[in-house]
């Protein structure tokens, strides 16, 4: 109970000194305050006085004239290198920043600019009218179709985004109640993930865990030690959340690709071949040792407990969910590591309440030792099965999925007695027991043998053998254009807009496992299909992170693949549509739908 309160308590710290730092962000325009005058020769001068800890971008700056939409030149003094988590290597000014240009006819001017609060936030683009006679200031309506001639210096004209760019769950949850209520929805957040298959496997590796106090496990002693479990797994995501930020890498390039799923998978399988006996999962003689010495005061069970609790977080890579890829997101564009570790963390230890619960109860509602841990070991091993099974189904052909599946169920069938030899005096139970086996083994045998015909339908495993042996055709899948840059997406989504049609923008990547579901359930379904019919389709390849895809990433908000985003025919995105990580037919439908309105 210490434990754990002490590491709410951190959170809650977290937390409210982000509160207070909350109070000093400045309004953009006492953060960058401009004014305007003109030279002996007649030009231009713009100045901009910047608050301590503000900075503006100098590839942010940028003019044109409001009637003809024309690029205004715009000269700028070097700023100072920096080297930004989403660009490379930029230019910044600091406490002042000046520009000069010349202007012959035009009688007004739209500059943009934009800047960033040192580690917190990011402002979205600034765009001010001036008056070249009066040389006054006025607020700009922000154009979401702007002249493609400024391209090159402000690349997010052309779109304009559900808030600006610094939209997200985290902000909106901000501005909807503090950060308190931030935390408060990922400890939420995180109890619903409680119950997805990425979890299920903790299960088992929790168990064996507090299997090793024995007859020593109590409730108390069952309830400390899976919560040192949870709190250490809630702690690997608040680090990997400052990794993300203090490197600027994406994560699901590491954990979302095929080779982390296939390694996943093997560690899975491997852990279920020692679960049916195949081998024994041991520590070298001195290891254990050590362990047994420092288990005499109690400390070794809570080291591994912990240490078994940061490494179980890793179970939850191949998962891209919205609330983690929305800390992500906000922590790698603000900075801001404190509201988004707390944020991270309350998702982990969310995700772990049921955990507690498990590891609490477990001493009171589990038998003694005896001939039933056999059979849990059992049930440990098929969980492990499927859990590989389940990690490996995005990179694995249908017709390997489905034979996978058979291997899982006759292993199932003949764990649970399927061949076990029932005398006459059998007990019911085993009856049943033989039953299932047999029932499983059979469906098993039959997804197998359909998987050798060349079908990939669990439901009618044996679709292959009619019509002369052909499996039936898959649909055909929709196509999309592609867009490699800023650039390219304003002209894709231009062309959509000239045309009166909506666009869908979808981020992808040949490393991106849950992508190769979407593309085989979600965009394949015939609702989809009729769905997206009408839509201008653009797809960003992300397979080789670039400088180019890189700014898209930033542009559009996007901490990295899967993720669509629905523009309608003004080139607008549409409010509450995006979609995030596990997308299926149903809410791609939904969005649409929405985008056609």
Not at 49 to 71: F, L, N, V
Not at 149 to 175: E, H, M, N, R, W
Not at 327 to 355: K, N, T, V, W
């Amino acid at each position: 109970m210490r434990i754990l309160m002490i590491a709410v308590t951190v959170v809650l710290g977290m937390a409210a000194g982000r509160a207070v730092a909350q109070t000093d962000i400045l309004p953009v325009d006492e953060a960058f305050q401009m004014a305007v005058t003109r030279d002996a020769a007649g030009r231009l001068q713009f100045n901009w006085a910047i608050a301590d800890g503000y900075y503006m971008y100098r590839d942010r700056m940028a003019a044109r004239e409001t009637g003809t939409g024309k690029s205004v030149q715009l000269d700028l003094p070097r700023g100072q290198a920096m080297e930004d988590q989403n660009f490379g290597s930029t230019e910044i000014y600091t406490q002042q920043a000046t520009a000069s240009a010349s202007v012959d006819d035009a009688s007004e001017l739209r500059v943009r600019y934009q800047g960033c609060k040192d580690h917190s936030i990011c402002y979205p683009p600034i765009e001010k009218i001036v008056d070249v006679q009066s040389l006054s200031i006025a607020d700009a309506v922000f154009d979401p179709l702007a002249g493609s001639d400024s391209a090159d210096t402000d690349p997010s004209a052309g779109f304009k985004l559900a808030g600006g760019t610094s939209t997200g769950l985290i902000p909106t949850l901000l501005v909807s109640g503090g950060p308190l209520w931030v935390v408060g929805s990922f400890l939420v957040f995180g109890l619903l993930l409680a119950f997805t298959p990425c979890v299920l496997p903790m299960y088992p590796i929790l168990a064996a865990t507090l299997a090793r106090s024995g007859e020593q496990l109590t409730a108390g002693r069952g309830f400390a030690l899976s919560a040192i479990y949870v709190v250490a797994m809630a702690a690997a995501y608040s680090l990997l959340g400052i990794a993300v930020a203090w490197s600027g890498q994406n994560l699901q390039i590491a954990l979302q690709s095929t080779y982390a799923a296939g390694a996943m998978a093997l560690v899975f399988v491997a852990l279920a071949a020692s679960m049916f006996g195949a081998f024994e999962l041991a520590l070298p003689a001195r290891w254990l040792n050590r362990i047994t010495s420092l288990q005499s005061g109690r400390r070794g069970s809570a080291g591994s407990a912990a240490a078994l609790g940061f490494t179980s977080a890793l179970i939850v890579g191949p998962c891209v969910t919205a609330p983690l890829a929305a800390a992500l997101l906000y922590i790698g564009q603000s900075g801001d590591l404190r509201l988004g570790a707390a944020a991270l963390f309350a998702l982990g230890l969310g995700q772990g309440l049921p955990l507690i619960a498990f590891g609490t109860l477990g001493s009171r509602v589990l038998p003694r030792a005896g001939a039933w841990m056999v059979y849990v070991k059992y049930l440990f091993g098929l969980v492990f099965l499927g859990a590989a099974t389940w990690l490996a189904a995005p990179i694995l052909p249908p017709t390997a999925l489905l034979a996978a599946w058979g291997i899982v169920l006759i292993c199932a069938g003949v764990f649970i007695g399927a061949f076990d030899h029932l005398t006459s005096n059998a007990s019911n139970r085993q009856r049943v027991m033989k039953t299932a086996g047999l029932l499983l083994t059979l469906y098993g045998g039959m997804l197998s043998l359909g998987a050798a015909s060349g079908s990939s339908d669990p439901l009618h495993p044996l679709a292959g053998f009619s019509g002369g042996g052909r499996p039936p055709q898959a649909a055909e899948a929709l196509s999309f254009d592609s867009a490699a840059s800023v650039a390219e997406l304003k002209e894709q989504l231009a062309s959509a807009s000239s045309s009166g049609k909506p666009a869908l923008v979808y981020f992808t990547a040949d490393w991106c496992v849950t992508c190769k579901v979407i593309d085989k359930n979600a965009l394949a379904a015939p609702t989809v299909l009729t769905a997206l019919g009408d839509y201008r389709r653009i797809k960003i390849d992300l397979t080789k992170p670039d400088g180019l895809n890189r700014a898209l990433l930033h542009d559009l908000g996007v901490v990295g693949p899967p993720t669509m985003i629905f523009f309608d025919a003004a080139s607008s995105e549409v409010p509450a549509t995006r979609l995030v990580g596990d997308i299926t037919a149903e809410s791609l439908v939904a969005s649409a739908q929405q985008g056609k309105r």
